[in-house]
């Protein structure tokens, strides 16, 4: 089956406090919580074609509330009131703020867990292998605490958890953005950007430590064993995370989302993920993974990743092009480069329009300000193009744009992660904790019951296993064919392209209008090189439409579709998936 992740913030997810302020405590912003996430939550998911559920920000981190036997963590560690869920304290614990009862905390998530299993959907969590909070102490199992035991005298040695500045005088303290942190008197850490700097910038990771995987990242991945490494030969790092895996896969995880993948040996990766699978063949790896960020292997990150054992791994380029087509000015005959077959990301990839580090599509200072009239074509070509699996972000569904309560977040069309915030237009659908959208504008409602059409489809053996065909190249002369003002030559706009799986007999013809406002009315020429492709003899077919199956049929025989083409008419912002029969 295609993985559909749906990536579920427990913190904003099931709240249903409404209003709120800038910087709002939980008390008076409100919060999510595990139990909040309720059965009709989770069937109404999976009634929308969900397969695996991302539930993110789980892990206990630093934060500025403080809970029975948990003080607060110090406000120079920690951005926003809520705190940055990937600036983790324990890793062996849960946030005390999404339980009912605190003192419960772990029950209560794992109750989640079976709930998600038994709506027939894999649960996954964070797993944040790159960083830890400057704050981290287990208290969940203090014996294996990262730091224990380190020898802060050097900058690296292979069984410290952590890269050691060297102090300029004996009084050296870490110095940060918003006051100094006297627990680093000393013996400073690197932060998890790699900054090493006992004065870490506002825009650097300055509440966070980076992890040590046994070899000196400014020479590489050098000297590290292999997967089949004998018991006990393994860095510390190695061991510590292995348990950590193991502790939660325990608990009912079926998946794991793992932050910043690639500045993390891949040796590692494959180390991991083959214990992984010794205890649960099935669990799935998801890396965030970029080649412009820091990466410790060579070559391209997301094939080294794939190579380590990932499942998938994001697919950024294919999200930076569909953006380019508002921010940049590129076209839709642009996107073809990005869905070949011989391209490890066409099944590898993750396909994605949102998630909690990009702008919101219809935050008005993203995407050109047009995300919001062109959800449903973005959404159908980003998923519809390749095999690989898929990732939407809650909210998402319902035009969320980002309008919620931030605070160190700010106003940056991101629904802030590090703060006490909600998810209005999102709310219109969660209703109290009904989840039956009872309050739903009728935008939102046709914009969710679209994404709740469009999902399922994906399991369609044409878009789940076949290959892909594009089609502008055969429309460039086309009339009316996504062209735009002067434009001398088509597909500024319009994007066609078949998606066929030869075993099933499956085609699919599907045709994508970017433009905001303008609806086309055109004729898709089909030459007879792409009919044979799909296996299509001489003959009359039928076309019919997967979105609104109670449109009329359109037929053509292979002639016309070669010579006059399909006529079609596609709404601005809007799709066609037409199975072709």
């Known amino acids: ?50 397969t695996h559920v991302w539930f993110t920000g789980v892990l206990r981190h630093a934060t500025q509330t403080a809970h029975p036997g948990l003080p607060a963590d110090p406000a120079a560690v920690v951005k926003g009131i809520a705190g940055s869920p990937y600036a983790v304290t324990d890793y062996f614990d849960v946030d005390p703020d999404l339980a009912e009862e605190p003192e419960n905390r772990l029950e209560e998530y794992a109750e989640l867990l079976r709930r998600c299993r038994r709506w027939g959907m894999v649960p996954m969590m964070d797993f944040i292998p790159n960083h830890v909070s400057r704050c981290y102490r287990s208290t969940v199992r203090p014996q294996s605490s990262f730091g224990t035991g380190d020898n802060t005298g050097v900058f ?15 009084n050296c303290v870490l110095k940060l953005p918003e006051a100094e942190f006297e627990p680093e008197h000393g013996h400073g850490r690197v932060t998890g950007n790699n900054a090493e700097t006992w004065s870490p910038g506002v825009y650097d990771w300055y509440e966070t430590v980076k992890l040590n995987y046994g070899c000196n990242y400014h020479n590489g991945a050098y000297g590290l064993p292999g997967f089949m490494a004998a018991p006990g030969t393994e860095p510390r790092t190695w061991r510590l995370m292995d348990e950590i895996l193991a502790y939660w896969q325990r608990l009912g995880v079926g998946g794991f989302r793992c932050d910043m993948a690639h500045m993390v040996p891949d040796s590692f990766w494959n180390w991991a993920i083959c214990h992984a699978r010794l205890r649960d063949e099935n669990v799935f790896f998801m890396a965030e993974g970029y080649n412009d960020h820091m990466k410790v292997a060579e070559g391209d990150v997301h094939d080294v990743l794939l190579a380590a054992g990932f499942n998938a791994v994001y697919d950024s380029a294919a999200y930076d092009a569909l953006r380019s087509l508002y921010e940049r000015g590129a ?118 019951d679209f994404t709740a059409r469009l999902l399922p489809l994906l399991q369609h053996p044409a ?29 500024h706009y319009l994007y066609a392209y078949l998606r066929h799986y030869r075993k099933a007999k499956a085609t699919v013809l599907a045709v994508c209008n970017f433009h905001p406002a303008e609806p086309y009315t055109t004729r898709i020429h089909i030459p007879r090189n792409a009919q044979e492709w799909c296996g299509k003899k001489p003959g009359t077919y039928t076309f019919h439409n997967l979105l609104d199956p109670a449109a009329p049929a359109i037929t053509a025989t292979h002639e016309k579709l070669a010579t006059d083409g399909l006529e079609v008419t596609v709404p601005a912002g809007q799709a066609l998936l037409l199975e072709w029969r």
């Open 1 to 50: 089956m295609r993985p559909v992740i749906y990536q579920l913030f427990v913190r904003h997810f099931s709240n249903h406090k409404q209003g709120g302020e800038p910087w709002g405590s939980r008390e008076t912003n409100g919060c999510g919580t595990f139990a909040g996430v309720n059965d009709a939550a989770l069937q109404a998911l999976a009634g929308m074609g969900v």
């Open 156 to 170: 690296f040695a292979r069984d410290n958890s952590f890269f050691y500045l060297h102090p300029q005088n004996s």
């Open 331 to 448: 076209w839709a005959n642009d996107l073809d480069p990005l869905q070949r077959e011989d391209r490890p990301m066409f099944r590898g990839g993750v396909r994605y329009v949102e998630n909690h580090d990009e702008q919101r599509l219809a935050a008005p200072c993203a995407w050109g300000g047009q995300g919001g009239s062109v959800a449903r074509a973005v959404m159908a070509a980003q998923y519809t193009t390749t095999a690989c699996p898929v990732l939407i972000y809650n909210g998402q569904e319902c035009g969320e744009d980002a309008s919620g309560p931030g605070g160190f977040g700010g106003d940056n069309g991101r629904t802030s992660i590090f703060d006490y915030t909600n998810l209005p237009h999102f709310q219109h659908w969660t209703a109290g904790g009904a989840y039956d959208g009872s309050g739903m504008t009728e935008q939102e409602r046709t914009l969710r």
């Open 463 to 491: 878009f789940a296993k076949g290959g892909f065909y594009g089609l502008n190249w055969a429309n460039r002369e086309t009339p009316a064919y996504g062209r735009s003002g002067q434009d001398a030559v088509s597909g």
